[in-house]
Structure formats: C-alpha cells, structure tokens
C-alpha cells in the first residue's frame, strides 16, 4: 500500500489542523509515495521501536510523541533522537506523529482516558479557540437548496450535536456586468436588481478549501460573492482534557486506588484530600497544569494529569484533588486505539502494536 494512502486514514483520525501551533504532527521522515509493507505503532519512535519495526518488516512507524519535535541542525547520532532518525533512514522506514493533533479530538487520548476509567457525559473541558469560521454568500432562490446542501456536504453548519445548519435571509441584489460579462441574470450594461437568498454556514477552519471548492462548483452565478470570518467561539467538540462522571461516588482513598489499577501506575502525586467523595473528574492527558483552572471551574471533584511542579499542587485551593499519575500512563492506551482504529479502516494488511516499554520513568 502506497504510503500516501495511510496518511489520509490517519489524518481522517486526527487532523493536523486539530494539533497545537507549537506542535510537531504528520509525516516526520519518509516520502508519501513509498510503499509500505507493514505498519508498527508505538507511543515513542526510539531507536529500540525502529530495531523492532526492522525485525517486524514493518516500514513505517505510527508514533504517538512525535521523535522531532525541536529543530535540529545535524544529525549526527549523538543523541536518542538522531539516532532513531538515522536507522530508520538508513533502513527506509517512515515515522509519523500524531500528538495534540489526537490530544483534540473528541475520540482522541482524553475520550480513550475517560473510557478507560469508566465515565460517562463526557465534555471537552479546554475548548479549542480560533477554529472556527463562518461562510456568507448570496445566491437566487432556485440556486439555494442546491448550494446549501453541496455546503453541508463539504462539512460546513455542523454545530455540537446537530448538522445541516445554516441562516437564510431574502434581500435584493445588485449588479451592472462589463463587456466581459456572462451575467446568469440580465445582460450585459444592464443594471440588475434581484431578489437573493443570503446563506450563512459555520464551519472548521481546516475545511475553508473544501467548502470554497463546494461553493464555487454549485453557485450558479460567474461571479460568486462571499464572505469568511473567523469567529470568537470555542469549539465545544475540539480541545484539550476531558471532564465526565461516575454511576457512583467515591472517596478520595478509593479513588487514587482505582485509578493506580486502572491506568497502571507506578505511583500518583496527589494534593491533600479535600474530604469530599469524587464523582465528577477532570482529566488531561501528558502535561495539563495549564488546565488546573478549567478543572475547577468545571466543578469536578478531581483532576487527573501529569506533570505537575511542586507549587502547582496548591493551585488545588482544597477545592478538588490534584493528581499527577505520570506522563506516559495517563496516555497509556492511545497506541492501543490507533492500532484499532488503523485495522477497521485498512483491512488485510499487518498492523501490528508494538512492545516496546517506552516510559522513560522508572519507579522504585
């Protein structure tokens, strides 16, 4: 299978767009166009994961941490990360990074979290800024049905749990076509005034050059008239952490114990117990300090992440429990997921979960 063809799976998984702006997601070494024999994925692409990807015959590597993530000038093999780069390019292997492009998506590491913990009314708890935008364009009435749903085709007016949204007003439009003109509407010279349905339709920012594809396939008019803004709102669907709830209510002892079991920890680093029982949980998957006031705000009884600095776990304030149950554990299961997500979608071909223990912290 072309390589090419599993970027496009993978990125059906997790946008790129989705990632953060310091990121470093996508196809990190390899050529789209090689074909790919087998498929090993890992949460760190490290020289070791390469030895068993060769052993495997697996020539691309699917990673979670992307092994570039800084800008490098040499690459010389003087460290972990020039040496993973080097074997695989030297025994062809692509390396593919999904980060934060899965870390905001509703499906992505956080869900994969809340899941493996059992809650349930899940909700975004950092909501992604910045990515949405709203499309404007006029159109004749007979035009408008057509437009709209070729619109709707595209991805644009989906709204939380609801798809197919968009505002239409009437009003009168105006025009006057030079001698290059080919108007659908009048003649050339003649100044035209004609009622118009103005079509308003939200949409995700990594979709504007599929919508304005749709737009200008299906709008009758030689000249299509339009307008893109980018809006204030947050994404409920798109960002960071996750919040959600338990059937039950447990205490804070009970709790810490039933996370250590459930995401295999090596130990957790908690604030000092807030004497309340825990039904409502904050979670974030890798570093999520930043979000401790999201956490709070939520109302939740705890939040889970990794991490955290000395002076952070007083952000707690006694108004929730803070743990730290480590970086790799809190995203332990995400390779698990894209190795299931990798099989539905690309039948009869090796997929293959590596088993290779990257956690660089040891516990004693």
Excluded: W
Excluded at 265 to 293: D, E, N, P, W
């Amino acid at each position: 299978m072309e390589l090419h063809k599993i970027l496009s799976v993978l990125e059906e998984m997790a946008p790129l767009q989705y990632a953060e702006d310091f990121d470093n997601v996508g196809l990190l070494v390899g050529n789209p166009n090689d074909n790919i024999t087998g498929v090993l994925v890992c949460h760190d692409a490290l020289e070791n994961v390469i030895d068993e990807a060769i052993e495997k015959k697996c020539n691309l590597v699917v990673c979670f941490h992307p092994i570039l993530f800084s800008g490098i000038k040499k690459i010389t093999g003087k460290n972990y990360v020039e040496r993973a780069i080097l074997k695989a390019i030297k025994n062809d292997i692509a390396i593919y990074a999904v980060h934060t492009a899965l870390d905001n998506h509703k499906k992505g590491v956080n869900k994969i979290f809340c899941d493996a913990l059992g809650l349930t009314n899940t909700k975004t708890l950092v909501p992604k800024a910045n990515y949405i935008k709203k499309l404007v364009t006029y159109t004749i009435s007979e035009n408008a049905e057509k437009l709209r749903n070729a619109l709707f085709d595209a991805g644009a007016g989906k709204i939380g749990n609801y798809e197919d949204c968009s505002f239409n007003s009437k009003g009168i439009g105006t025009y006057l076509g030079n001698e290059e003109s080919n108007p659908e509407i009048g003649e050339r010279f003649e100044f035209v005034e004609n009622e118009e349905v103005k079509i308003e339709v939200t949409f995700e920012k990594h979709l504007e050059t599929k919508i304005l594809k749709a737009l200008f396939k299906n709008h009758v008019y030689e000249e299509v008239a339009y307008e893109i803004y980018s809006l204030d709102n947050l994404h409920q669907n798109i960002g960071l952490g996750m919040v959600g709830e338990f059937d039950t209510a447990l205490t804070e002892t009970d709790f810490l114990k039933f996370v250590k079991e459930k995401m295999q920890c090596g130990g957790i680093r908690h604030s000092a117990f807030t004497g309340k029982t825990v039904k409502k949980v904050a979670v974030l998957g890798g570093s999520g300090s930043f979000a401790i006031k999201q956490a709070i705000a939520s109302g939740a009884d705890a939040f889970l992440t990794a991490d955290l600095k000395y002076h952070q776990f007083y952000e707690a304030e006694g108004k929730l429990l803070l743990a730290d149950i480590g970086h790799f554990e809190s995203e332990r299961f995400t390779k698990n997921y894209i190795v299931d997500y990798l099989k539905e979608k690309i039948t009869n071909f090796a997929i293959i979960l590596s088993e290779v223990n990257t956690n660089p912290v040891q516990y004693f």
